[in-house]
């Protein structure tokens, strides 16, 4: 019989050891871990992150979730009160326990319109699995089997299950593995007006990148398709935010052509955009969402795909066993964490905290490096927000991506003590809800050391 080693008593050395001899890192280049060993983070609070004698200042809100700050200590105590009173029940056949009830009626409360009916699981792909198999049986029992496909949209992403990274707008995520064949999702354009804008009017281009996707929908065949799912905001890959004339119209689009709105609130749920969800910041009202990362602000899994009234009573009209679920759906434990996490935001008035004094802070200061050489557009929304590269501003070219100027960028902010995320010639920022305006202009210095660093650099080349 084997013991299981004392961490307290190992040097950092062999904690990075063990790590790379048994441990596969998620979204990570093994060879990055041969030649270096994992940075391991020992410690967090607030908005500082602390492993190996570093502390870093967290911009990315761990990946977006963290948005109540780390090491909360009441989070902590439901976390032991949980776990002492039920640290596990299923929540099959006809079972629940009270903080999932609570939850369940909570997120109801919040989410926008008709948005009534709760389906929990672990994770955004978890989440947006669900959505997957329950749209197409929805159709099937409204007696329209045929409609079968989903459209997103380029420079998507929705998670890395299966079916999750199939909707992904980055083929990279599709190859390797073989997904999408035979092809049940197709891609309409994203609303990237910088990008793809050229000199069109923002709001123009807002209602061209919503006809794409009804160009795809009679592309594909109305009657064949199932739904469209897409972000508010195109978080993972470059923090893309539609011009305003984009959702109302893409709603009208999708019930023109009785075509189900998922909306992925998976990044942008819980109060990032200065609302509770982007639905209210971009009017629209979609038929189903998927929440996860600000659910529990990451402080355990837990996500949810919440189902209009009119769509919740097709999936139920029919006295069948609903053959879907997973063994910790509706954790007990989880479910009360991130009902103290909703109550902390509330209580703390974090949403509109964001809306109305550090969101626009947050604007300003990251609009201050609009005019460096090497930005090309600033844009935030809330606390997301992103510092567009450049080669040239007056044409919007793009670096070629292999040079990686971004992440070279990133580094030298990181050597600064601050952590952003690099995403292919974009820098994306998407703090925790309580950071200060202190901490973002501390940011600001450091993002402007790493441009100038680097430019420094282009130019000695």
Not at 5 to 29: C, G, N, W, Y
Not at 56 to 75: F, H, K, P, S, T
Not at 302 to 327: M, P
Not at 360 to 382: M, N, Q, W, Y
Request: net charge negative; hydrophobic share 45%; proline share 5%.
């Amino acid at each position: 019989m084997t013991k299981s080693k004392d961490v307290s008593s190992m040097d950092l050395s062999a904690l990075q050891e063990l790590d790379r001899s048994h441990h596969i890192h998620p979204f990570t280049d093994p060879g990055a871990l041969r030649s270096a060993p994992p940075f391991i983070v020992e410690s967090a609070e607030g908005v500082y992150i602390r492993g190996q004698n570093i502390q870093l200042l967290d911009m990315m809100a761990g990946l977006g979730c963290v948005n109540i700050g780390y090491g909360r200590q009441e989070m902590a105590d439901v976390a032991a009160k949980a776990m002492k009173e039920l640290s596990y029940y299923h929540s099959f056949a006809a079972v629940s326990n009270p903080a999932a009830a609570l939850l369940s009626d909570k997120i109801a409360s919040l989410a926008p319109g008709p948005l009534n009916k709760v389906f929990f699981a672990n994770s955004g792909s978890e989440a947006i699995e669900t959505i997957g198999k329950l749209v197409r049986l929805y159709w099937r029992r409204k007696g329209k089997s045929s409609k079968q496909a989903f459209i997103s949209r380029d420079l998507s992403y929705h998670g890395s299950t299966m079916f999750a990274a199939s909707l992904n707008g980055l083929q990279s995520m599709h190859k390797p593995f073989g997904l999408n064949e035979p092809k049940m999702v197709h891609h309409a354009a994203t609303p990237f007006w910088y990008r793809f804008g050229g000199g069109s009017d923002p709001e123009e281009f807002g209602l061209l990148a919503a006809q794409s996707v009804e160009e795809k929908i009679l592309e594909v065949g109305a009657d064949k398709v199932a739904a469209f799912i897409a972000e508010p905001i195109q978080g993972t890959l470059g923090a893309i935010i539609p011009p305003m004339s984009y959702w109302p119209a893409v709603e009208a689009i999708c019930k023109k052509h009785d075509v189900l709105l998922v909306a992925d609130e998976v990044l942008t749920g819980c109060g990032r955009t200065g609302n509770w969800f982007a639905q209210e910041t971009f009017n629209f009202q979609a038929d189903i969402m998927a929440i996860s990362k600000g659910l529990s602000s990451g402080y355990q899994p837990i996500s949810a795909a919440v189902f209009s009234d009119e769509v919740a009573e097709v999936l139920e009209k029919e006295d069948s066993v609903l053959q879907h679920g997973f063994t910790t759906s509706a954790h007990p434990v989880s479910a009360a964490i991130a009902l103290k996490n909703l109550e902390i935001i509330e209580r703390e008035n974090l949403v509109p905290r964001i809306k109305d004094d550090v969101g626009p802070k947050f604007k300003i200061a990251l609009e201050s490096l609009s005019d460096h050489v090497l930005v090309g557009e600033v844009r935030t929304c809330g606390l997301i927000g992103a510092i567009e590269i450049a080669q040239d501003k007056n044409t919007r070219s793009q670096f070629p991506v292999d040079m990686g100027i971004d992440h070279h960028i990133a580094n030298h902010i990181m050597m600064k003590g601050v952590i952003i995320r690099p995403a292919g010639n974009v820098l994306i920022l998407c703090p925790p809800y309580i950071v200060t305006e202190a901490e973002i202009n501390f940011a600001i210095e450091a993002i402007k050391h790493g441009l100038d660093t680097v430019l420094d650099l282009i130019n000695q080349s």
